[in-house]
């Protein structure tokens, strides 16, 4: 069995998630996997917790939950934070999963560029540092020789870049496209049951997959996010969320739903990569699909892909996103798939 | 660019397959994996030719195609075979494409236990090895650190071995089913459009799915060794072609299929593997699944599986069995796949 340290930035609902899967299947991971994950440094906007010996996943969340801030916590101080907190983290892995921004991709891309400048591979749970910097990380993981992982960030827990990665293996994809945001899938959803669109919001919310604002989701910006992902990473195309064709999904209404459903398709908003002419486009919007279709098919908090392929034509994967915990699933997931890379995990 | 030299048995549909794949596409795995991949040597029945240079593949298909043997290819003589032809073929890999056999497995079983022992990786696309001597095989393996692959015997062209391995890290599968022979979809299908059974059967040996003898396939045989694998990797069960409770296709009518159609909903060979008790059980057999349910959904060569998990819910992965190329193209993804975790490929 070896220990595997890891420094978790940000402790929202992905990083909560994470201590949560670290303290419920411990077990499960040694046996499984022949590694110990050590949750060896937390920080949040309130501070910093570090233990290189490993801290208690429900210490943490119980600081969290009682007082804000894993600062609270056992090994826990305010003010720590940066390159400080990682020199003391000892960690191996950083865990990147604080609130995307898609401004200045912070406090995401300098955790990140500092955890390869100390050796530490990277797993990233949110999007700005992709969506804004992609090849300026990549580059640096290149340099230092170490590998940053980021299937939570294009539509999780879908297991696109998996499948594109081992089960793809030879073969050339055409074009892509997805359900890959739930809410805006739920919402539909729901306003195809008669329901409006704030009823849909609130429903969305109540299922675990909406956040307060929904305006990332509803206007497509999120899965615009995740296309320009997959577009650098599986089309090697340097796409940026300028370059999505996006619609949103605010001007559809209940009754054109409602008509829908009753002629047997509905209203999906489909993320869409494509090779054109010598360039690869993308696009976000609402399609009218078959209820029959691989992606019409899918309701309520369902997501999927589908891989337009040369040689196997239409590979499709579609899961179910329960909420909160998934995403924090992709990130053990990349961490085991990292460990498997390194030699330290079966 | 790492030289990589494959042994391959049997130059069947899957061999051949094989073939083909590396004549079109030696530039794609030498520029997207970074490997040369070298087929230094191939046994069918007639007997074999080897060259540790590299075989040239087009070579090797017209002598077939004129002579039925590759020993009539150059650097091919009759007689060769077993470990005489696996030591001169100087192979990192061996390849074990012959007729499945489900009586004793030969002489699939015993080129696998040969090469293990000569230190080569094994690749399985024959299943007769796999369904009879499992247990026998992997322990081999143990013994002599070897990797056996087999992501072409579980109803390839879904990579079902690869989405457990890689994407449902952390994650219990608790049951799976899946439409995993294309002979019976396509058959099932043309029947609920007004075909009779013999012409289902046809238009599946003209979509180049079924075999002259459909015999394994309708009866659900296939479909059962499948199972019987999936049991044994994935859940860890002893099960044998005798635990599976299987019902063939034979007995549904045309009329009941196309009364099936007219009410949204179609019948579908199903093979399931799920717990129950301390136990897990198997079954193959027909049964009826609404049309936008993820397996009802698919017809004619069309093929999937649903994951039935913990912590992520359905999972299903579904793609179209092309005829032919698809499971040469699991053998090439297994050899990639292999050789990145030796380091030979990227």
């Known amino acids: ?72 916590a056992r090994g826990g101080q305010t003010g720590l934070a940066g390159g400080e907190f990682l020199d003391r983290t000892k960690a191996a892995v950083l865990l990147e999963g604080a609130s995307t921004n898609f401004t200045d991709a912070e406090p995401g891309i300098g955790y990140a560029l500092a955890a390869l400048d100390r050796g530490m591979d990277v797993v990233l749970a949110s999007k700005g540092a992709l969506v804004l910097d992609f090849d300026r990380l990549m580059e640096q993981a290149r340099r ?56 849909g919001v609130r429903a969305a919310q109540d299922a675990g997959v909406a956040e307060t604002d929904p305006t990332l989701d509803v206007d497509g910006w999120d899965a615009a996010a995740k296309a320009v992902i997959l577009g650098r990473s599986l089309f090697h195309a340097p796409l940026t969320l300028d370059d999505v064709d996006r619609t949103g999904i605010r001007s ?65 994967c579609t899961v179910q996103d329960t909420g909160g915990v998934p995403t924090a699933l992709t990130v053990l997931r990349d961490v085991i798939n990292l460990a498997r890379e390194r030699g330290w995990a079966r």
């Open 1 to 72: 069995v070896t220990d595997i340290r890891l420094a978790l930035t940000g402790f929202g609902n992905v990083g909560r998630g994470v201590a949560q899967l670290l303290h419920d299947n411990e077990e499960e991971y040694r046996r499984s996997y022949g590694v110990r994950l050590l949750l060896s440094g937390v920080a949040d906007r309130g501070g910093a917790a570090v233990s290189p010996d490993g801290l208690d996943p429900a210490d943490l969340l119980r600081a969290k939950n009682e007082h804000g801030t894993v600062a609270a």
């Open 144 to 199: 230092t020789a170490r590998r940053i992982l980021y299937s939570g960030t294009t539509g999780a827990p879908i297991p696109i870049l998996e499948l594109a990665d081992r089960a793809l293996v030879g073969v050339t994809i055409e074009a892509l496209e997805g359900i890959v945001n739930a809410t805006t899938n739920k919402i539909l959803t729901e306003m195809a049951d008669g329901a409006s669109y704030e009823q």
């Open 252 to 316: 559809i209404t209940t009754a054109e739903l409602e008509a829908a459903g009753a002629a047997g398709e509905s209203y999906k908003l489909i993320a869409r990569i494509w090779r054109e002419g010598n360039g690869v486009r993308a696009s976000v919007g609402p399609e009218l699909r078959r209820a029959n279709d691989a992606l019409g098919r899918l309701s309520g908090t369902q997501m999927g892909v589908v891989f337009k392929t040369d040689l196997l034509g239409d590979v499709a």
